[in-house]
């Protein structure tokens, strides 16, 4: 008898418990219910979420592309900013438990991480090859956002790099911009160490955790971490990322390196005018600009190039590109992505004007906006020159572990910068990205 | 009816609550960790590879890095936090000290300052245009500046300097609460016997608070085990794992790289099954009967 008024107890207790979650459940769908009918009565049309960061460049993009909407269905856009780490975790979180419940239609992703995300959580996302016309954009952009065949993003920014140099240290140190034009990495640090013996100041800045300079400098020569079929590790004999490990080397002991350890002591070294050039993406252009009084001291030439076969003037970091949830409402997120980012050309003068975005639809890459010349940059017309290289960017096959490699390689960068024979570097980096790849 | 509610069947119904809970918020997702430290695959696809994590744990470096630069922090800095807030809290409870509750606030302050904003502070502080290498510039001690946080070296000291000003406030209240404990007659006693302050201190204050030590030394060692803000936020684990601890490595695991929870979940019982090592370490050379 004690034992049955225990069970019926217990089972009470946990019927309380179910209830009470139901409870909520009801609650929640209830006002859900109440939002759809109220979005109905009004006539807002079908509401779709958009996840993205960097308020200035992102997001502008996103409110802009809401205006220039003009597609049949009625759309209401919510646009949610996130920090770039937080929507990695939510998506990480979220999709592996399943669930698209909380999460946005559209989502921002970065580039890299791209095949990541595609490859660990098939059927999450929504393939947009009927949507738009996957070759008008920049080859280099499908081959990160698609797989199997099926294109999954929507290319949208493009990280196309360039060196940002200040031709007043260089006119300092007896140069002109045309003799930085089309360099290599051997005359960058021979002009480093001139700038540095006439001005003082240090010719480019490095935080050692962060590797996006080998990134471009390899890309640049068209390599990557891996082999084209982006998981076998090409770290091992591989021409372009030894010479890239070396001129990394040469620079820091050429002693032209400020060292930094994060992104604003970065963008303050060169606002400060602290360094004389920046080799990065062509995001940084706003920061750049943000320091007035160096207006008309800057210029953009050419990334320098590596001395291997098969190395460009050309290169890219960064990037990133729309990818549609595969939930309720996808169809609708993907002719709103397919009405702007995916067709109109207009749309992209508009980036261009209002905040400076090279996108990577190539037919929406001319007009006035890009043959402008910048004030800034003594009148250089920028734009148009980054989506010159934009289109020459080599493509290669980012895979899904850069930011793994990108760890292991860091360490033994470090290695070789004390000493270790730098094949013996990367065979071990090689050794340890298999074993942690598997 | 009556019957039934006599004895102690009330009591297990009150029980009954927080043991659903306890099982189904820490004894399940324990369970279900451990069986998923049995998988590996990327996101969502986990298959069971039996022992394959547990054995990839003894071959990877990063996890041998992070596991060595948690015990450096854990040797270094433990100790060295202890015995700072075992003088300060014997120095706090002097009665003729003046002044007392100014002192003692001050350093229990950093205890309450969120783990955030003070790293970030650390970090601004040594920079290598901060007020540290400024200061050590004007006062011609150094000419460059040091790169406390791009040299794997000084970024180690930058945070066990970092993590003993956080905590040592904190574990020295717990101190100066033992303290009030120890019966001032025993002091007396020593001091007609003639003990100096010093044998005082050893003879009395640290038997008579050894208890007090062991928890504060199982929970520092817990707490270093799990360090991660500091690390993050401080040198993101740089340069080139010079500084990662286990939990930054967990965490880049599962959201930095593609994501391999199981693997993840491997590496996260290596702290529980640690914690359990050292703690019993601990308790044995401390010699605790109970």
């Known amino acids: ?438 | 009816m009556n019957k039934l509610l006599k004895k102690n069947n009330i009591g297990w119904l009150f029980v009954l609550i927080s043991i659903v809970g306890i099982s189904l918020f820490y004894f399940y997702p324990m369970i279900d960790a451990f069986l998923l430290s049995f998988q590996s695959g990327m996101g969502a696809n986990l298959e069971y590879t039996g022992l394959n994590n547990w054995l990839r744990l003894f071959d990877d470096p990063t996890f041998i890095s992070a596991l060595t630069n948690t015990f450096t922090y854990l040797i270094v800095q433990v100790p060295v936090m202890i015995i700072l807030a075992l003088v300060f809290s014997v120095m706090l409870n002097d009665p003729t000290l003046k002044f007392r509750g100014f002192f003692r606030t001050a350093i229990f302050l950093p205890a309450v300052t969120s783990l955030v904003a003070y790293s970030v502070i650390f970090k601004y502080m040594f920079s290598g245009n901060g007020i540290v290498n400024q200061f050590l510039i004007n006062l011609s001690i150094i000419s460059e500046p040091i790169n406390f946080l791009t040299d794997s070296f000084w970024a180690r000291i930058v945070i066990i300097l970092a993590i003993t000003w956080r905590w040592t406030g904190y574990n020295m209240i717990f101190y100066l609460s033992a303290l009030q404990n120890i019966d001032h007659s025993i002091y007396e006693a020593a001091r007609i016997d003639g003990a100096s302050s010093f044998q005082q201190f050893t003879k009395i204050t640290v038997p008579m608070l050894k208890p007090i030590i062991l928890f504060t030394t199982i929970t520092s060692t817990i707490g270093t085990l799990q360090l991660f803000d500091e690390v993050v936020n401080i040198t993101g684990g740089g340069p080139g794992n010079a500084t990662i601890t286990i939990s930054q490595y967990i965490y880049n695991l599962s959201f930095e790289y593609t994501p391999n929870f199981g693997y993840a979940a491997t590496v996260s019982y290596v702290i529980v099954i640690l914690v359990v090592i050292l703690s019993a370490i601990q308790f044995k050379v401390a010699g605790d009967k109970e």
Not at chain 1, 133 to 161: H, N
Not at chain 1, 290 to 298: C, K, M, R, T, V
Not at chain 1, 329 to 354: H, R
Not at chain 1, 428 to 438: F, G
Request: hydrophobic letters at 40%; proline letters at 3%.
């Open chain 1, 1 to 438: 008898m004690k034992k049955v008024v225990f069970m019926i107890l217990t089972i009470m207790m946990v019927a309380v418990l179910v209830a009470c979650g139901n409870g909520d459940e009801d609650s929640v769908d209830d006002q859900e219910a109440n939002d759809e009918t109220e979005g109905t009565t009004n006539g807002e049309g079908e509401a779709i979420t958009a996840w993205a960061w960097d308020p200035n460049f992102n997001i502008r993009a996103l409110e802009l592309a809401d205006q220039a909407y003009d597609g049949e269905v009625d759309l209401e856009l919510e646009i949610i900013e996130n920090a770039q780490d937080d929507i990695v975790q939510r998506l990480n979180t979220s999709l592996s438990s399943g669930t698209t419940q909380g999460m946005p239609n559209i989502v921002l992703i970065e580039d890299y991480r791209a095949q990541s995300f595609l490859q660990a959580y098939p059927d999450a996302f929504y393939p947009l090859t009927d949507y738009i016309d996957v070759d008008a954009f920049a080859d280099y952009k499908i081959e990160t956002t698609s797989l199997d065949g099926e294109q999954y993003g929507l290319p949208f920014d493009t990280g196309v790099a360039g060196l940002y140099i200040r031709t007043d240290y260089l006119e300092e140190a007896g140069y002109s911009v045309d003799d930085v034009q089309d360099i290599t990495w051997a005359e960058y640090i021979q002009i480093g160490v001139d700038i540095k013996e006439a001005t003082g100041n240090n010719m480019l800045t490095q935080d050692p955790s962060d590797l996006g300079l080998i990134r471009m400098m390899i890309q640049s020569a068209g390599t990557w971490y891996f082999e084209d079929d982006g998981s076998t590790p090409n770290l091992a004999n591989n021409p372009a990322l030894e010479a890239a490990m070396q001129a990394y080397r040469e620079l820091m002991e050429a002693n032209i390196v400020s060292m930094v350890s994060d992104w604003s002591q970065f963008v303050g070294a060169f606002n400060d005018g602290d360094v004389a050039s920046v080799p990065t993406g062509n995001w940084i252009t706003p920061s750049i600009t943000a320091e007035e009084s160096q207006s008309g001291n800057w210029a953009v030439v050419p990334f320098p190039k590596l001395e291997v076969e098969g190395a460009t003037n050309v290169t890219n970091l960064g990037g990133s590109s729309w990818y549609v949830l595969n939930s309720d409402g996808k169809e609708a997120a993907a002719t709103f992505l397919a009405n702007t980012f995916g067709s109109n050309e207009m749309f992209y003068q508009d980036l261009i004007d209002e905040i400076g975005a090279i996108g990577t639809y190539l037919p929406g890459m001319q007009g006035e906006a890009f043959e402008e010349g910048h004030e800034f940059f003594d009148g250089q017309s920028i734009v148009a020159d980054f989506s010159e290289w934009t289109e020459a960017i080599p493509a290669v096959n980012y895979g899904m572990h850069t930011y793994a490699i990108d760890d292991i390689l860091a360490v033994e960068l470090q290695n070789y910068l004390n000493d270790k024979e730098l094949t013996d570097v990367l065979e071990d980096a090689q050794s340890q990205a298999e074993t942690q790849l598997r």
